[in-house]
């Protein structure tokens, strides 16, 4: 076909395209029924930093756009990290550091200066999402601070006119659920409940997530035989865990629909779960192994388009942990292999990302 020269019959083609569009996508949905015509989830990878050998900033954030890796998670602001991460169209979950959740609970100057310095300097050159209020801070030392530092640094995005572009929450652990199988029967324990049921009001209120750090390998790993590997590898041809009217395939469904559960109980059955860490190691443990943990990521990475039994069809957006095996973690061991990568920027294992 010749092509078209004149501005006119492109802009009447163009207007033309538009309008047969959703007739389109109409008989696509009526031909095929099973295919999925949503908006794919975030599928992103955990930046740590707590090795002495790993690659400058700007080598990273070019390492995960080679690897087509859309989600970043920062679990503070390093200038660097961020400056690096400018133009780049990678989402970014920002964490609060941790010495500073008392400071930012106590005093909303130091919100406003934190938000100033760390996101409006920087967005949206730098695609910040959501912004972490503390990492499994809940029920330790610090777990009465998070909701005010919360309301605090929610109060200074709000003032900067970014509440609807950038949401705040926090990361917990799912260990602050008691009796969470079957799922059914999750519900939070006695120290998190006081805690997490106003943080799930606040955020049901400002329309954010709740970010969960999931980890199916230490719930097998400490599970003295009781759950099958290929449950939590997601490799389990059927459902092994009746739950009616659910049934689970996999440990990460059942973990995380244990986590739902909870919130249900709690009155915050509209709050989604971002899922913010989840990972397998590849030493440190005997089934701390390459394959496995290969086998678990890369599973892991496809079923971010599905979700769970109690959350059908509404897919997950999910930060692999971690991009590098870092040498610094403590206490040594499985928490320093849970890399995709080496240091020198050479994958543990082959994975891909959609």
Not at 11 to 28: E, G, T
Not at 143 to 167: E, F, S
Not at 228 to 254: G, K, M, W
Request: net charge neutral; charged share 15%; with cysteine.
């Amino acid at each position: 076909m010749a092509a078209l020269s004149s501005s006119s019959t492109t802009v009447r083609c163009n207007i033309q395209f538009s309008n047969i569009m959703p007739i389109l996508l109409l008989l696509v949905a009526i031909l095929l029924p099973n295919v999925d015509l949503t908006v794919g989830q975030t599928v992103g990878v955990c930046y740590g930093m707590e090795g002495n050998n790993l690659p400058s900033e700007r080598e990273v954030v070019d390492l995960y756009k080679s690897k087509n890796i859309r989600g970043m998670r920062l679990y503070y602001p390093r200038r660097e990290a961020l400056e690096a991460l400018r133009g780049s169209n990678i989402e970014v979950i920002l964490g609060v550091e941790q010495n500073r959740l008392q400071e930012l609970a106590n005093n909303p100057g130091a919100a406003v200066s934190w938000v100033q310095n760390n996101v409006r300097n920087y967005y949206p050159a730098v695609r910040i999402k959501y912004i972490g209020v503390g990492n499994e801070e809940i029920p330790g030392g610090n777990a009465g601070a998070i909701l005010p530092a919360m309301r605090n640094v929610y109060n200074a995005i709000q003032t900067a006119g970014l509440q609807n572009q950038i949401k705040v929450s926090t990361a917990v652990a799912t260990y602050i659920v008691e009796q969470p199988f079957p799922p059914s029967m999750g519900r939070f324990t006695a120290q998190a409940r006081p805690i997490m049921e106003p943080i799930l009001q606040f955020l049901a209120s400002t329309g954010a997530p709740l970010l969960a750090n999931v980890y199916p390998y230490f719930s097998y790993r400490d599970s003295g035989g009781s759950i099958s590997l290929r449950y939590a590898l997601f490799t389990e041809p059927q459902p092994i865990v009746q739950d009616p009217p659910y049934s689970y395939q996999n440990l990460f469904d059942a973990i995380t629909d244990a986590l739902y559960a909870a919130m249900e109980k709690a009155n915050a059955r509209n709050v989604p779960i971002v899922v913010s860490e989840s990972g397998w190691p590849t030493a440190g443990n005997p089934a701390a192994t390459v394959d496995n943990a290969r086998t678990y990521n890369q599973n892991l990475v496809r079923h971010a388009s599905r979700g769970t039994p109690r959350r059908p069809g509404r897919g997950i957006e999910i930060y692999v942990f971690a991009m590098f095996n870092e040498n610094n973690k403590q206490p040594p061991g499985e928490e320093q292999n849970f890399g995709l990568f080496n240091p020198n920027k050479q994958p543990v294992y082959p994975i891909t990302f959609p």
